[in-house]
């Protein structure tokens, strides 16, 4: 999965629409593979965004949570020792 693209299920505050676009465009962008349109599909890849949006909105509005309610903080935090943890498996450079 795209790094970039963030858990949004059951956190406190509530997942905003904001974060929601944000999530729908990494991924259109990641399955297009294109950063930007072109002219000719900028109609397109608006939509495929907006449509994104909304299949997980309704995504995250039917879901019934088994976990503890996440933090941004939480999450922040996981993802650093995650990052450390990576960054201590791999090979030191010479010098």
Do not use: W
């Not at 349109?37 to 088994?66: H, I, K, M, W």
């Amino acid at each position: 999965m795209c790094r970039n693209i963030r858990v949004l299920y059951h956190f406190e505050p509530p997942t905003s629409q904001d974060e929601i676009r944000a999530a729908a465009l990494q991924y259109v962008r990641k399955v297009s593979g294109l950063r930007e349109p072109s002219a000719a599909d900028v109609e397109a890849f608006g939509r495929a965004v907006d449509e994104v949006a909304g299949a997980t909105a309704r995504l995250l509005r039917s879901l019934r949570a088994r976990t503890a309610v996440r933090t941004r903080e939480g999450e922040r935090a996981k993802a650093r020792a995650r990052g450390e943890r990576r960054a201590a498996r791999a090979p030191q450079p010479p010098g």
